[in-house]
């Protein structure tokens, strides 16, 4: 555990004031109030869980960069904020959180009785439509589904977008060549995306897609898998989360009156709902594709996070 910074507590303290006031006595929206300047706001510090995560690395102390990686995706993860897209963004950001936190929390972000993705960005739909065929076998399309995966992974997107999609692919082909392949495009151009600093010093995509595989594949064919060979991919840390070494820890503990964040890291994930916004607006500037489209009903899904915090 480290302290949390004194500039950064003194700018939660002004912030929880502020929340105070505007809540006027309601304790659940005083609570909504903070969790999400938290969210949005630079809690944790990047920098210094970047410091944090290099001294971690060099040492290869790996319940300590697992603990890191958990502090940073976690928080992603457990607050939603309006985007206007379906459930398809969280596919790239559920696969790093894999390989720091129980595998099955992903059936929470991805439930079996979600739809196909369709709504967003070409690299985010494909994965997810992918990673759905994925865990749920039989349920929808396969076919189709790869069909219009191939088709981007052919097209002339940017090298890493293909891979990663390319990566479920090759698990939903049973097809350890090609994972092996594109793993190692992951980590090839993983430092040259436009992340943060933290992202950058470890490809935990290429963790996650591995973890994600370990438990998708069978033992034949996820032995037939090369490990990546990069700076960004550390095969001890791998090596160490599939023993299922998982710590679920923040390197922070959040001491009164904000011990309500270590709640939001303590509880599951909230589990993804979906809603059609513009269904039955009858205004003349949305489009019939609009009221159709399906988006994440992130007030929902925060509604899950107060209930879980408000009920301790």
Not at 45 to 50: A, G, I, M, Y
Not at 168 to 181: C, G, N, P, Q
Request: include cysteine; aromatic fraction near 14%.
């Amino acid at each position: 555990m480290i302290e949390l910074e004194k500039e950064h507590l003194e700018k939660l303290n002004q912030w929880r004031q502020a929340a105070l006031e505007k809540a006027c006595g309601d304790i659940r929206e005083y609570h909504r109030l903070l969790i999400n300047i938290w969210h949005v706001g630079y809690y944790p510090d990047k920098e210094v869980l970047l410091d944090k995560l290099k001294a971690a690395t060099k040492e290869k102390d790996y319940a300590l960069m697992q603990q890191i990686f958990f502090t940073y995706n976690k928080r992603e993860l457990s607050w939603q904020l309006s985007s206007g897209y379906d459930h398809c963004y969280l596919v790239y950001r559920v696969i790093p959180y894999l390989c720091c936190a129980d595998y099955d929390e992903i059936y929470r972000a991805f439930p079996k009785d979600l739809r196909l993705s369709d709504n967003g960005l070409s690299m985010f739909v494909n994965a997810t439509a992918l990673l759905q065929c994925i865990m749920y076998k039989g349920k929808y399309d396969e076919q189709k589904v790869i069909a219009k995966a191939e088709k981007y992974v052919a097209s002339k997107q940017p090298i890493w977008y293909r891979a990663y999609v390319a990566c479920f692919l090759a698990i939903l082909k049973e097809d350890a060549e090609m994972l092996s392949e594109k793993l190692q495009v992951l980590c090839d151009y993983h430092s040259r995306q436009d992340i943060l600093g933290f992202m950058k010093l470890h490809c935990q995509y290429a963790y996650g897609i591995l973890v994600f595989a370990k438990h998708n594949l069978t033992e034949e064919c996820f032995k037939k898998i090369k490990l990546p060979k990069h700076k960004t991919f550390d095969p001890g840390y791998m090596e160490w989360v599939f023993v299922g070494q998982f710590v679920r820890k923040s390197i922070y503990d959040y001491k009164a009156p904000f011990e309500v964040f270590n709640l939001v890291y303590e509880m599951p994930l909230p589990t993804t709902v979906l809603y059609q916004p513009y269904l039955n607006n009858d205004r003349a500037q949305v489009s019939p594709q609009a009221k159709k489209s399906y988006h994440m009903d992130w007030e929902t899904m925060d509604a899950q996070v107060l209930d879980y915090v408000m009920g301790k």
